[in-house]
């Protein structure tokens, strides 16, 4: 059974770091771009960042810019995000998914995982 199954969240303090992973197991990633979303409970789901099948496009929103880093390990059958400088409204669930043309189209995204919990606070 195909699936994305996302780790790493947790607490942490403001200015603090964490790393999710999003193992694929089923199926290979080599060929899927994997974005990073985030949801806040009660409100729409946010887009994070997106790496390509080549992983020579990365592509960051805004808010998280210049903090979070996206990367991959075809490997591992696995991508990470690293987020660094966190802040108390990156705070929400963090979930992975696939885009089979590797480019990182939105509505491509499908294969969503469970999500792992980042909480941001002091």
């Known amino acids: 059974q195909a699936q994305l199954v996302e780790s790493g969240g947790g607490l942490v303090q403001p200015g603090g770091s964490l790393r999710l992973s999003c193992a694929a197991s089923?199926?290979?990633?080599?060929?899927?771009?994997i974005g990073w979303f985030r949801q806040v409970p009660g409100k729409e789901r946010d887009w994070v960042s997106c790496?390509?099948?080549?992983?020579?496009?990365?592509y960051y929103a805004d808010f998280v810019r210049g903090r979070f880093t996206i990367s991959r390990d075809n490997a591992k059958n696995t991508a990470y995000l690293q987020m660094n400088s966190l802040k108390p409204e990156d705070t929400a669930i963090y979930y992975c998914?696939?885009?089979?043309?590797?480019?990182?189209?939105?509505?491509?995204?499908?294969?969503w995982g469970r999500g792992t919990q980042v909480t941001v606070s002091s």
């Open positions: 998914a696939t885009d089979l043309s590797g480019t990182c189209l939105i509505e491509n995204f499908a294969n």
């Open positions: 089923g199926f290979t990633l080599d060929y899927y771009a």
């Open positions: 790496i390509t099948s080549s992983a020579v496009g990365k």
